[in-house]
């Protein structure tokens, strides 16, 4: 055999060690520890949708995780059920032997109304109140998922009006809406011939990563996966991460005269929010069935956060014969001198006690405007 002959195989043989040594390696870490998880976590790419851009899954089992966070709550888990539509099941109701009246209502909005469980989301508390106070019996349809805002509720609700049939629709909003349906989901709309947004197509970069984790996870080989989630972390996280501005700038933002700095960004979300408006009022009795809710963050209630999201929903809700509510003052007086007690630590949800507070003010100003006058 030739020298050049040899020396390929003397290389190769040591490659194959090498990568013998590395995939050992990496299984020994993870019997052991993990200090570097490989381990599958059921990546899957059942979110994607080229209609509402990420949907729920039909099953999905969450934890909370870290005592830093949820203190004694640490380790409650609870389950997530959607059907086809995404509206998270089993469905909400409250009644009492002496309604006075009966409602259907279609929550929608981001995290905020998706919940926890189903005893602890804000469409069962409000159905309970309703009951408890005003002798309204409700079924509350719960179509609320994390990071959806307005761009994605125009598809989703020409999607779900014509099933759920509703009585009223209330939409939950806040300061991340802003950011999401300018920075996010604008470019990704779908228009129709009448320039109507039918879709909201899923993120191209998002889906790779899906893909990626998928293929990572479904290897037999741990090098394999090791390279693949690497390239996902220190690649394409990173370019997400660039491309997007902190989520909360608008709100943060003390300049003065903010509807002239962000006239472009604001045109864009009057924009969904009037259309979501008219794609809701088609199938309701008037457009004061719909109600927009807002719900501060603790730092709405502890520092300098303009009012720029909240006062631009109002304005456009009204100009369209929609109703608006801010629980801001509401919770404000609710959470006394220490609003951070309401939000867990470290994560800009509300606690349990906060959400039922929340909850409460929005099924008393709801139950205001299902009262005849």
Known sequence: MSKPGRMAIEWSAALLLCLAAAEGTLRLQQSLGPLYDLSPKGETLDWYSDVVNHKPVPHQVQRFEGAAIYGNRAGFSYTLEYDEYGIRQPVSSASRPDCRTKASILFMGDSFMQGYDVAHSVPQRVSEVLAEKGGICSTAYNAGFTSYSPAILVPLARRVMPVVKPDYVVIDIDETDLTDDVYRYEPLIVRNAAGENVAVRASPINADISRRLARAEASPFYLQRLIEKLYVRQVLMPRIAASRPDIFRFARDTDGDLETKYRAELTIFRR????????????????????????PHLEQLTSAWNNLLASTVEKVALENGALFFDATPVLREKFGGRPEAFYWKGDMHFTFEGLDLYAESVADFLGGAMTPR
């Open 272 to 295: 969904n929010i009037a259309e979501l408006i008219g794609v809701l009022a088609k199938g309701l009795p008037s457009a004061s069935r719909i109600v927009f809710v807002h719900h």
